[in-house]
């Protein structure tokens, strides 16, 4: 069911409710003034009028006193006889027609009761009250007009009639509001939904307020838009840059073997040499492939193998090892000899400060410098490497953790090799460990890498120092 059907409903329902609620009030006030006027009969005692307009006292003892006879301008009173004769004994001077009793044989026999009779004007009806005479020649009728209970319930109808107006009049504006700005939108934002599921990516939802619910909706199903749309433009350069990367070495190896198949390789020297650079592009690609696989297992979040890591050692084993690459390169560690300690998985750890190194080493000249520093913060470490490189422009450092990002205007391998995917794996890393990565840099300056890495020792704990054992394919190479 619909949205506005639903509404509908719920507008019938309260309308159907205030007009039973309505009639169950003018029900309640007719039964409450008839009661009134109930009392009213009750409280005037038997009595019959000589033909002299004298009022007789009742023959009953204990009656009340007679009241004045002006109290009776309202009132009619008449006799009715055994044999079904009426015989008026009041005729109130305000009264301008008398009750009709249809039946009056049975009214002897009826002993004292209420009955609403009409009146010889068709305009008005009265209220009586049949009893015996206390002088045993009949039935006493006693009545009082309708006329002001029929007008006050008149009033009443209309009156309830009137606000049962307005109510459909501001539940109708309120639908119309309603429809305008939450049931509308919703509707369109669902044809739009519904277009763009047949193939029409370009829509997005119209007239999205951010005052209401409808218009937040869209606004977020904009963005949500946008953001698939991004994915999916930075999926198709994926696919087209691993493409690219994997079709590079592909078509060195296959020219290779085109000539071996020609026989353009005839000395053993020619040989060695293809066999050579045939293992250095099958290296390439592997090496290609080892990454886009280690991104993968990052993307998807795999279990890291938790426990408590020194990453004052880990920087310190990183900054021996680019010296043993690089002998010649000033290159320092700034760390306590130990700690500080975090919980992490060290061999992810491991692979990111050598990509960050590995990136120092590779992009930068000999003589620059190379510092790599770690300290504790209050709710975790922080791990700094910088260099003294000719650093990066705003746009290159912009990109610097896109996947196949070099920086570079051709896409051809030069002195700085990599595939470009370095980066991301180290951006990987640390979002794994719900960390924060950072480039500082600018042209001349060269570039400092900051990483922040929270205390995770809760995830140690509930652990054990271990959790799913990451596979021969997690490790990471530098790209």
């Known amino acids: 069911m619909s949205l506005r059907a639903r509404l509908l409903i719920v507008i019938a329902i309260l309308l159907f409710t205030y007009a039973v609620t309505s009639l169950l009030v003018i029900q309640n006030q007719r039964s409450l003034l008839l009661e009134q006027i109930d ?3 009750s409280s005037v005692p038997p009595f019959r009028i000589d033909q002299g307009d004298t009022i007789d006292a009742p023959t009953s003892a204990g009656s009340p006193p007679m009241p004045p006879a002006d109290s009776y301008s309202d009132i009619y009173i008449a006799l009715v006889t055994p044999d079904g004769a009426v015989e008026p004994q009041v005729l109130g001077s305000l009264l301008s027609a008398a009750p009709v009793l249809d039946l009056p044989e049975t009214v002897d026999e009826a002993g004292p009761h209420f009955e609403t009779i009409a009146a010889s004007d068709s305009s008005m009806s009265f209220r009586a009250l049949l009893r015996p005479d206390p002088g045993g020649q009949g039935t006493i009728m006693t009545a ?3 006329q002001e209970l029929d007008d006050a319930i008149g009033r009443l109808e209309r009156t309830l009639s009137l606000a049962g107006v307005l109510i459909a009049v501001v539940l109708a504006a309120l639908y119309v509001w309603i429809q305008r700005l939450g049931i509308a939108p919703i509707t369109r934002l669902a044809q739009t939904a519904e277009a763009i599921t047949a193939g029409d990516h370009s829509l997005r939802a119209p007239d999205v307020d951010p005052h209401t619910e409808a218009g937040k909706l869209g606004i977020a199903f904009n963005l949500m838009l946008d953001e698939r749309d991004e994915t999916d433009a930075r999926l198709k350069q994926f696919v087209a840059d691993a493409s690219h990367e994997l079709r ?37 690609m592997t090496d290609l492939v080892k990454d886009l696989l280690s991104l993968a297992n990052l993307d998807e979040g795999r279990p890291l193998r938790n426990e408590l890591v020194d990453l004052g050692r880990i920087l310190r084993d990183a900054a021996q090892d680019a010296q043993a690459v690089q002998p010649g390169r000033p290159i320092a560690s700034d760390t306590p000899e130990t700690g500080p300690i975090v919980c992490a998985d060290e061999g992810l750890i491991v692979q990111l400060v050598s990509i960050l190194t ?4 590779r992009h930068t000249p000999v003589d620059a410098a190379i510092v790599l520093r770690v300290a504790a913060e209050p709710r975790g470490a922080v791990i700094t490497i910088s260099d003294t490189g000719p650093g990066l422009d705003p746009e290159s450092a912009a990109h610097a953790f896109d996947r196949f990002w070099r920086g570079e205007s051709s896409r051809k391998r030069g002195a700085a090799g990599g595939s470009g995917l370095g980066l991301a794996i180290a951006k990987g890393i640390v979002d794994a460990h719900h960390g924060t990565i950072s480039l500082d840099t600018s042209l001349g300056q060269g570039a400092t890498f900051t990483i922040h890495l929270p205390d995770r020792y809760t995830d140690c704990d509930a652990s054990d120092g271990s959790t799913t054992a990451r596979t021969d394919e997690n490790s990471i190479t530098d790209g």
């Open 358 to 361: 590995s990136n120092a080493l």
């Open 248 to 284: 590079t070495p592909l078509t060195s190896m296959r020219g290779y073997l085109d000539l071996y198949r020609q026989g353009a390789f005839r000395e053993t020297a020619q040989m060695d040499d293809m066999v050579r650079r045939l293992s250095s592009e099958t290296n390439r």
């Open 39 to 41: 009392r009213r009969l």
């Open 144 to 146: 009082l007009p309708l």
